[in-house]
């Protein structure tokens, strides 16, 4: 029995869906724990390509359970969407192996056009979220005004919580100026999607332990990233779950005493979408990335800010996680530079910090101070094992090891499912 937490190490989209796609082959139940569908994980295999938002990545995988935790918040006319679309690419969907937690939150519409409303009154400090009504869902959680996943199966209940929630909600909107939601119309559709989805909702936390008492091995796959965690990211410019390690058991009902090991996953550069300091930003990477058709939003299509490696965050994520491991994706995306940097520390002030100051202000006045690397020149999309990497892409990684803390177990050369390779 081995039960594995799977993070992402910086902004997000690091690279979590494929990791735990490869790791699913030696798992029996795949678990999301946090976040909802503004998450979307990229999956290609055997030239298909998966998109996934609340779905864990596991379900590509015939013969493995899937769970959506009571962390999640989970919007169900987004999730039947993202049932059928998967359907239609021939994935297996069923109550057996699609779990849904009773006590995950649900994302209503009224949550969307709070989330608009909320972006459109911050103007130019806007965070740019998904749009996906995340923030006021868990807003409405922490408030203790939230409508869980365990009402689907009470249609009449559900019926009268929601009328109630629509016209507290419909008065907020109304004042911010945004479309009101029909209450009537949205009754009919959630009691639809309702019926749909009953039959995959059961107390998950039990469902997890038994599977646990049974030797199975379970596997967390990590939602966002590090620094979009509310208490450890870059606030305000963040989502409003915890998106580090310790979410993992909040949003799931598995205690850190059954959690054999972590995994952190990070770019070999970095990006981020949506607003916020980074220290390492680079026009030039995201040019070259983005001429390669890389690096485009996959639940937006938002094009993302790239930048060099930032050591300093990775570092600081390792040890908020509490990560044995990191895996490195995207390395390839790093084959035609003659140069490549990583940021060791910052300056502030004249200062030197090892680790990332605690305010979005302090760390957008922060300088990066790099270290220059010799580029490896080599396409490595086609190399399959570790030991044919070229020596210079070695060096990089070994030094990624020195300056974080952590082994790099796994590596990506490519978006496929055969282009990770074991270290
Ligand atoms: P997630 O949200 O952490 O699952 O990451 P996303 O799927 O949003 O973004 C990662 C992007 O990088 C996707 O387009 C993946 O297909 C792609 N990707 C992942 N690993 C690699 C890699 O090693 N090399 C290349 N070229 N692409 C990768
Ligand atoms: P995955 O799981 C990258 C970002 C948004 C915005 C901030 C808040 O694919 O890595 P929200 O809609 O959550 O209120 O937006 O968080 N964001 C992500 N960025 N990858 C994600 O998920 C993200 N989920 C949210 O862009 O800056
Ligand atoms: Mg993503």
Redesign the pocket.
Known sequence: MSNTIVV?AQW?????????DYLTENTDVVVRAAGGNN??????NNGT?Y??HLIP?GILWEGKVCVIGNGVVMDPLGLIEEMNKLRAQGVKITPENLLISETAHLVMPYHRGLDQAREAKRGDKKIGTTGRGIGPAYADKVERGGLRTILLKQPEVFAAELRERIDLHNETLRAAGVAEVPAEETVVRMLEAARILAPHITNTAVYCHEAIRAGKNLLFE????TYLDIDHGTYPFVTSSNTTSGGACTGSGVPPRMIDKVVA?A?AYTTRVGSGPFVTENENIGDMLHNMG??F???TGRARRCGWLDAVLVRYAVMINGADELAI?????LDGLDTVQICTAYTLRGETLNHPPSTAADLEACEPVYETHQGWRQDL?GIKNFADLPPLAKAYLKRVEELTGARVSL?????SRD??LVA
């Open positions: 992402g997000g989209d690091e690279g979590k869906g494929k990791i735990v998450a979307g994980h990229t999956v290609i390509k998109i996934l990545s990590g939602a966002q990233g996953v770019k890389r690096e939003g996959a639940t994706t995207n390395l390839d995306g999309s590596l990506g050369v490519g978006p282009q990770t």
